[in-house]
């Protein structure tokens, strides 16, 4: 446990971890906490860490808070991984705590070099300096949870929408596909199911659903 001030590492990387864990989700991501009852560190060091982790996963966060004199500022590691990601996460979090952006370094920590064995892209992000007055003046964890969120938006998300907003899109979409002229190709066909009644609204370019084929179906063997 590293102390800095009146704030511990432990208590900030649960506080920071759990935001992120409840906000992820409300963003399009699924997520997955590991124990808070446990110390993945100490599990890598035995058969428990596997245990604890799902097969799949995208892409894991080890969060962690930095401690030492005269020293400031947001850097990640990973264990050789040098993509966009780790860099939007450093950049975001630094920007929002307006202190100095540190990089991203290599070095085999223990979770982050068990994930990799695993398959699973990690990096360990020690957030700032719990020693440094300045850090710790401008740290808020909800920010830092959400720049940490646009930097897993920018880099997985897309472009998400709610669900009332795709149906209003997909309303628009059918409505004027169904406005559509039919083709010079169809027009005996269509000649002949207006005739009989078979088919007679004149949508010829929206979609039929199995209860309207079934209606034409039955019209067509009263013929």
């Known amino acids: 446990m590293i102390n800095g001030h009146t704030r511990k590492e432990e208590l900030e990387t649960r506080i920071l971890g759990s935001q992120l864990y409840k906000l992820?989700?409300?963003?399009?991501?699924?997520?997955?906490?590991?124990?808070?009852?446990?110390?993945?560190?100490?599990?890598?060091?035995t058969n428990s860490f596997r245990k604890n982790v799902p097969d799949k996963i995208d892409y894991a966060l080890e969060i962690h808070f930095n401690a030492a004199d005269a020293a400031r500022g947001t850097e990640g590691f990973t264990v050789s991984r040098e993509t966009q990601i780790e860099k939007d996460i450093i950049s975001n979090v630094a920007k929002e705590i307006g202190t100095h952006n540190r990089g991203l370094k290599h070095k085999n920590f223990n979770v982050i070099y068990q994930l990799s064995e695993m398959g699973i892209p990690a990096?360990?992000?020690e957030?700032?300096?719990?020693?440094?007055?300045?850090?710790?003046?401008?740290?808020?964890?909800?920010a830092v949870a959400d720049a940490i969120i646009s930097a897993f938006e920018k880099n997985?998300?897309?472009?998400?929408?709610?669900?009332?907003?795709?149906?209003?899109?997909?309303?628009?979409?059918?409505?004027?596909r169904?406005?559509?002229?039919?083709?010079?190709?169809?027009?005996?066909?269509?000649?002949?199911?207006e005739n009989k009644g078979i088919m007679n609204d004149g949508q010829y370019q929206s979609f039929v659903t199995r209860e309207q084929l079934a209606e034409v179906l039955y019209r067509f063997g009263e013929l």
């Open 24 to 45: 992820l989700p409300k963003n399009g991501f699924t997520t997955y906490l590991y124990p808070t009852n446990r110390n993945a560190f100490v599990d890598t060091q």
């Open 178 to 193: 169904s406005a559509k002229a039919p083709g010079a190709w169809s027009a005996e066909a269509r000649e002949y199911v």
């Open 127 to 142: 957030v700032c300096f719990l020693t440094s007055e300045s850090d710790m003046k401008n740290y808020d964890s909800l």
């Open 123 to 125: 990096m360990l992000l």
């Open 156 to 176: 997985f998300g897309g472009d998400t929408v709610s669900y009332d907003e795709f149906k209003t899109m997909m309303g628009k979409y059918l409505a004027e």
